[in-house]
């Protein structure tokens, strides 16, 4: 009768050495945890694929025209790059219950600079300064109205010292700055699930900053996490991407991997613990609230029987 042949080598056989040695690793799947799609990110890229037209179209004019129209799209690239900054300096000063207000106003330049750069085109196409003027601030209303304007005071939480307020906010810019940074180095590995799998240990991390936004007296407790181990974690990724990018070692990379997996189970876990501290503060102070009610109604009683 016959035998199927089952060999080390057969396809259908016995897993090969390495296989069977080699450690699990851990799925690296693409996660969209954390990431929401950009606000106005097709308006964008038209306003700055719009002045394009414009460096390509001025080199036939005359030369002050060419001159005028070529700062006039100048003016509308800086303008759009304002905007994508001053619109991510937004939705990151709307995901935090704590934010100082952005130290320069963006959106607002960008359209102040929009209705320069449309002026400047009209005045080159027409030289009527008083239709230049007009089209330039139509353009900037119309910016502004669309957009909005940058958001022009700090948020904090009711009942919170202003001191502590401002400490959670420093301390957690300083640590998007470090998260920022990690991200930027990750790119350079040129690997996207790595990227997913960073972008998922930086979720983690914001549902830390989340945390002490909600109760800045746990910003002593996550002081460490925010500070020594978060720029561990990028200086690691720094590192990362330099001997990843030469080499491209497959056991450097399963090395990082833990390395994320370690540290993202330990933000979590430090996460979680504040969480129930939080909770047993609560349950505290609902029991000296209890008493204190037990107590005053049995002395109102007992002045009642006394009377």
Same mark, same amino acid.
């Given at each position: ?86 619109? %991510? *300096?937004? $939705?990151?000063?709307? #995901?935090?219950? @704590?934010?100082?207000?952005? =130290?320069?106003? /963006?959106?607002? &330049? ?77 790119? %350079? *590995?040129? $690997?996207?699930?790595? #990227?997913?799998? @960073?972008?998922?240990?930086? =979720?983690?991390? /914001?549902?830390? &900053? ?80 209890? $008493? ?16």
């Amino acid at each position: 009768m016959a035998k199927r042949y089952g060999g080390e080598f057969s396809p259908q056989g016995e897993s090969s050495r390495e296989s069977v040695t080699a450690p699990p690793a851990r799925p690296l799947e693409a996660s969209f945890k954390g990431r929401a799609p950009a606000r106005h990110g097709a308006k964008i890229n038209l306003l700055f694929i719009a002045p394009l037209g414009v460096f390509l179209t001025a080199f036939f004019q005359p030369t002050v025209a060419m001159v005028t129209d070529l700062a006039g799209g100048a003016v509308l690239l800086l303008a759009a790059w304002l905007l994508r900054d001053g619109i %991510r *300096a937004e $939705d990151a000063y709307n #995901e935090r219950k @704590v934010a100082r207000r952005p =130290a320069i106003p /963006r959106k607002i &330049f960008a359209s102040i600079l929009t209705g320069v750069g449309v002026g400047l085109l009209v005045f080159g196409g027409q030289w009527n300064l008083a239709t230049a003027l007009i089209a330039g601030a139509i353009s900037s209303a119309l910016h502004l109205f669309i957009f909005q304007p940058d958001p022009m005071k700090d948020k904090g939480l009711d009942g919170v010292d202003q001191f502590q307020t401002n400490r959670v906010a420093r301390k957690i810019e300083e640590a998007e700055t470090v998260l920022e940074a990690m991200k930027d180095a990750i790119h %350079r *590995a040129r $690997d996207r699930q790595l #990227e997913a799998r @960073v972008d998922g240990f930086q =979720a983690t991390v /914001r549902e830390m &900053f989340r945390t002490v936004e909600d109760d800045p007296r746990d910003l002593t407790g996550a002081r460490k996490y925010l500070g020594v181990y978060l720029q561990g974690a990028r200086d690691a990724t720094v590192k990362f991407a330099d001997i990843y990018g030469r080499g491209r070692d497959p056991q450097v990379r399963a090395d990082y991997v833990t390395l994320l997996d370690d540290l993202e189970t330990n933000f979590s876990a430090r996460t979680q613990r504040m969480l129930l501290d939080d909770r047993s503060d609560l349950d505290v102070e609902i029991e000296v609230l209890r $008493d204190r009610l037990n107590r005053d109604n049995l002395i109102h009683e007992r002045g009642q029987t006394h009377e």
